[in-house]
């Protein structure tokens, strides 16, 4: 196996750590990481020095970010978090957050990383009513800034973005995305729903799909199927009424939120490998 000069230092001490070697006594190391995805047993089984630099590198791109700002004249800030993959194909993906978070969401920042690894550019930002207060719901009537908001970051970057751009979004985040798509036909080039909030928990009867006959944008939604805004039933039919291509991920036993900390890693996984066959996908 051929490794960089970090992975290399990384592998050394690895094999340091694991050996015990060295002037001062040091225990093994013993890996508690599951041996396939979705083992959730506390097997004491060592992983190979090899899987950790592995999975090392990986945490490297993921945590390979700026802090992002673009504020053009006489449009609405963009503010964020920038991923840049060291091969990128120039593609970019643009990804906010839900009515009760922010760009930095547990879900979103694992997204980003597991989407940078693969190759794209990701762009995780806040919406304009989170940038005005940090805490709390936006407030009624701020929609149609908040897409003014997903506007300029398209806007932003196709500027930085030789390649396609994708726009994607948690929950309230997700909606005001699918929004501005069918308000704007040929804006994005995909669109990537995150526990889209078909209607409030409770309340079938209030869908929030008015908008939906009129996207023409490819879009693929990934749901929980314990979600309390929409069950996959209910996202099927929903989906009936988009005419442009869609495709439905159900992730088991998850919520709203989508990820936890048992299930981060797996989901992200599997997620991003979902979306970027979508994005390639033409049928």
Same mark, same amino acid.
């Given at each position: 196996?051929?490794? @960089? !000069? &970090?992975?290399?230092? %990384? ?5 340091? *750590? ?8 040091? #225990? ?76 930095? @969401? !547990? &879900?979103?920042?694992? %997204? ?5 690894? *693969? ?8 919406? #304009? ?155």
């Amino acid at each position: 196996m051929t490794l @960089s !000069p &970090l992975m290399s230092s %990384l592998h050394d001490f690895c094999s340091y *750590s694991v050996s015990g070697k060295g002037t001062a006594p040091v #225990p093994p190391f013993r890996y508690l990481f599951p041996r396939q995805v979705g083992d959730t047993s506390d097997s004491e089984e060592p992983v190979r020095v090899e899987e950790m630099v592995a999975a090392l590198s990986t945490m490297a791109v993921a945590m390979d970010y700026r802090e992002f700002s673009d504020a053009p004249q006489n449009a609405v800030p963009v503010r964020g978090f920038l991923h840049s993959p060291t091969n990128s194909a120039g593609d970019c993906l643009i990804l906010t957050h839900g009515a009760g978070a922010n760009c930095d @969401s !547990p &879900l979103l920042v694992a %997204l980003a990383g597991a989407f940078c690894a *693969s190759g794209l550019t990701v762009l995780r930002c806040d919406l #304009p009513f989170r940038q005005l207060r940090p805490h709390g719901p936006p407030h009624r009537g701020s929609a149609e800034r908040d897409q003014q908001g997903l506007r300029a970051a398209i806007v932003s970057m196709r500027r930085h973005a030789s390649g396609r751009v994708f726009l994607g979004g948690h929950s309230y985040g997700g909606r005001q995305a699918s929004m501005l798509a069918a308000s704007e036909p040929g804006l994005v080039d995909r669109l990537f729903l995150l526990s889209y909030p078909l209607h409030p928990p409770q309340r079938p009867t209030e869908l929030r799909t008015a908008h939906f006959p009129s996207l023409q944008t490819p879009a693929m939604f990934v749901h929980g199927t314990r979600d309390g805004f929409g069950s996959i039933d209910e996202m099927v039919l929903a989906l009936e009424l988009i005419p442009a291509r869609t495709e439905l991920l159900p992730v088991t036993s998850a919520g709203h939120e989508l990820v936890t900390k048992r299930n981060r890693d797996e989901v992200s996984k599997a997620v991003t490998e979902a979306f970027r066959s979508f994005t390639f996908d033409t049928a």
